[in-house]
């Protein structure tokens, strides 16, 4: 039998947002988001936190995900790649559920704008064209071709050439921004691959108002403002459909 397995991965540490993952947005911790989201998609099967840390694991398991299996502490260093903690939790998975991953679906905490419609759009992707990994975007604001410079010795250099000079941003080749709202992989490109970004990947876009991260303190008072705001808006609209 094979399974779509969804994974919010949430070690314990972090740097630029220390105990991010269970802050407190909306009324509930960081990673809550990114289960409930998981859990109302149909498409997925079963919902696992991979985490070294024995309180997100409680939390995890109070909001309706699976903690099968505690994450190695060298997979949960600053410096550890994602690749491999997507691997584990593959392996061990697999073991717990006695099934065969067909998907991998990670819904990082810092992407909780996502909706339902995001992640079973990127499952789909996946499922109806030849490719292996499905990763969500959105149009980049600046460009390695018009106003994204790097440093060559003691000037600048654009960081990307074009076959042309760029007078315009809009001119320029279109660039996007990956996001963390969706990453959806096959097993193949994941173990046999072994790839982050795999050759055969497709872009999911989603619009920017949805691609926010959380990588620092100035990010979370962002997204609390959207939260608001959008409750204020849900809020007005329900009570113009009952009047």
């Known amino acids: 039998m094979s399974m779509v ?5 949430a070690r314990g540490g972090s740097k630029g947002l220390p105990g991010k993952n269970l802050r407190v947005l909306s009324g509930k911790p960081l990673l809550a988001h990114a289960i409930a989201c998981g859990l109302d998609c149909k498409e997925i099967d079963h919902m696992v936190v991979s985490t070294e840390d024995a309180e997100i694991g409680t939390f995890a398991r109070h909001y309706g ?6 994450r190695p502490k060298e ?14 939790t593959i392996t ?4 717990y559920y006695g099934k065969t991953v067909e998907l991998l679906v990670l ?3 810092t992407g909780p704008l996502r909706t339902t419609a995001d992640v079973a759009a990127c499952i789909d992707l996946v499922r109806r064209t030849d490719c ?4 969500s975007c959105n149009r980049a604001h600046r460009s390695p071709y018009f106003n994204m410079v790097t440093e060559a010795g003691e000037y600048i250099e654009l960081a990307s050439q074009s076959a042309k000079d760029v007078g315009r941003r809009q001119d320029s080749p279109v660039v ?4 963390t709202v969706v990453w959806v992989y096959t097993r193949k490109a994941l173990m046999q691959e072994q790839a982050r970004i795999p050759r055969k990947s497709r872009l999911y876009l989603v619009p920017p108002e949805r691609a926010l991260d959380i990588d620092s303190e100035f ?3 962002v997204l609390e403002y959207v939260f608001s705001k959008n409750k204020q808006n849900s809020a007005i609209s329900a009570r113009k459909m009952v009047a």
Do not use: C, R, W
């Open 5 to 9: 397995l969804g994974v919010v991965p």
């Open 65 to 70: 995900a699976d903690v099968p299996f505690v």
């Open 75 to 88: 997979l949960a260093s600053d410096t550890a790649p994602m690749l491999p903690v997507l691997q584990h």
């Open 92 to 95: 061990e998975s697999e073991k």
């Open 107 to 109: 819904l990082d905490p």
């Open 132 to 135: 292996d990994a499905a990763i």
């Open 176 to 179: 996007y921004d990956l996001n």
């Open 219 to 221: 990010d979370f008072e």
